[in-house]
């Protein structure tokens, strides 16, 4: 094996390492909560939304509404 494939090999390898890495690093926040599935999370995200927009509050206000339901149902908005 020759000196250039040793390296071809080498530089490979350290860019596959630095996508795993960023890859994780760039994990899209989303609301989380222990032993909640993501179909119950969205369900429970779904009835917050219907909620806030029965209620008829300014389009200003209803993300933290949005949040405020989540939060009281014990989940939290976190990248990991």
Do not use: H
Not at 19 to 44: H, L
Not at 49 to 68: I, L
Request: with cysteine; hydrophobic share 40%; charged share 20%.
């Amino acid at each position: 094996m020759g000196v250039l494939m040793k390296v071809s090999i080498l530089a490979i390898g350290m860019i596959l390492a630095m996508s795993t890495f960023v890859g994780c690093s760039s994990a899209q926040p989303m609301w989380r909560k222990a032993g909640i599935t993501p179909f119950d999370m969205n369900s429970t995200l779904a009835k917050c939304r219907y909620e806030v927009r029965a209620a008829k509050v300014e389009q200003n206000e209803r993300n933290a509404m949005v949040s405020d339901c989540m939060e009281s149902q014990g989940f939290r908005y976190t990248n990991y």
